[in-house]
């Protein structure tokens, strides 16, 4: 497995700001990864974020088609397309349906109704739907760097995949993914996600509050951040100490590290406060077994995870993809989850048909790529 890094600089809060940096952006990871796997990529699976991806329930009602009443693929196919036929409006593109469950004749929670019996067949499905310009835009910039999008994946469904267990999707669980510009929520339960949403707020707000708190430069108040950083500031002796250049002066400034942390434990409490009203706009504030799953290079932040089972009263745990055979142990990390669920999503999709399907696919995604136009606008 190859692996490539390159800065965001094109790149708002999920949304292309400036075509010519993400473009460069794009070619600097690929040509790393190509050079470190040996192959030449002609097409990619990309991950979707930022705020303008929203979600709704929807639900599909078909009468079977065969006269014996057996329920067949065909069935399962017209039922969601069923389900996805609901008021979008013009500025936006449906990105995925994922079936929550079916019903067969009033009977609930039927996980797979093919081959069932029956003369009604009803879906309840989780619709995703993006900015039809920001999708678009990604689009082009992957052109650009020469290269066919496969298919587009909202970046937590594929974080789900690396990091999630199918216990845990059974129990009910929660997947935060902190993310630079924003923090993504997904609730799960019986195996398939029922809430989604996109927050405003990441791991740079709170850099930008270590810059202006301590007048220092964004690199700096990264730097300052990740190595010195702490969600609870009680958790700080008092006497630990921190240097920094600030802007405008020569000589090296000494400040507590408590104040470095009484900086960012606002922003943190509010990422947190964020996700459990989100929680509770799912319905699921409080009753999730599984707990809480955090990824992302965010929740990295000392003390975060502290923080966050004290505010959310829930079990919570920092998300690490598992190790797959030929991956690096560099991207075992909670940063890498969406990288490395986007590969594990693309491996499941091309073998759905022995029966294997990503956690968040749902059965027309499959069989047609997620955003119709892709292949007729290029």
């Known amino acids: 497995v190859g692996v490539g890094e390159a ?52 639900r599909g009602v078909i009468a079977v088609a065969r006269s ?19 008021s979008v409006p013009n500025d936006r593109e449906i990105i995925h349906v994922v079936p929550r469950g079916y019903i067969v004749d009033g009977q609930e929670g039927v996980k797979d109704a093919v081959g069932m019996s029956g003369a009604r ?13 920001a999708v678009q835009n ?23 995949e690396a ?27 019986d195996g398939s996600v029922v809430h989604t949403a996109v927050l405003p707020v990441g791991a740079t707000h709170v ?35 921190v240097e920094l250049h600030q802007i405008g002066q020569d000589r090296v400034q000494v400040v507590p590290r408590r104040h470095l942390a009484e900086i960012i434990a606002p922003r943190a409490r509010e990422i947190l406060e964020m996700v459990r009203l989100e929680m509770r706009r799912g319905g699921h504030d409080g009753f999730l077994p599984g707990g809480v799953v955090f990824t992302g290079g965010g929740c990295r932040l000392l003390g975060f995870t502290e923080a966050a089972q004290s505010l959310l009263d829930l079990p919570v745990r920092i998300g690490q993809p598992a190790q797959t055979i030929g991956m690096s142990d560099q991207v075992t990390g909670p940063a890498y989850a969406t990288a490395v669920g986007l590969l594990r999503w693309g ?3 091309r073998h759905q048909g022995n029966g294997h399907a990503p956690v968040g696919a749902g059965v027309s995604a499959a069989y047609e790529r997620t955003v119709r136009w892709i292949k007729d606008f290029f």
């Open 347 to 349: 491996t499941k999709l």
């Open 7 to 58: 800065p965001s600089e094109g790149l708002r809060r999920g949304v292309v700001v400036n075509m010519e940096k993400t473009v460069r952006g794009i070619s600097h990871a690929v040509d790393a990864a190509q050079r470190m796997c040996g192959h030449k990529l002609e097409s990619v699976f990309v991950g979707m974020a930022g705020t303008h991806v929203l979600s709704q329930n929807s």
């Open 207 to 241: 850099t930008n509050d270590v810059a202006i708190g301590l007048r220092t430069t964004l690199t700096e108040a990264e730097m300052l951040k990740v190595n010195y950083g702490h969600a609870i500031p009680a958790n700080i002796p008092r006497e630990e100490m």
């Open 138 to 160: 990604v689009v082009k910039c992957v052109h650009q760097s020469g290269m066919s999008v496969e298919d587009l994946v909202v970046q937590v469904l594929a974080s789900a």
């Open 163 to 189: 990091v999630l267990n199918d216990n845990e999707l059974d129990l009910g669980v929660a997947l935060v993914d902190v993310g630079g510009g924003t923090t993504d929520v997904a609730l799960f339960t």
């Open 68 to 86: 014996d009443r057996e329920i067949a693929h065909e069935d399962v196919t017209r039922v969601i397309d069923a389900a996805r036929a609901v």
């Open 121 to 133: 067949l009803e879906v309840e499905t989780h619709i995703i739907t993006g900015s039809l310009t």
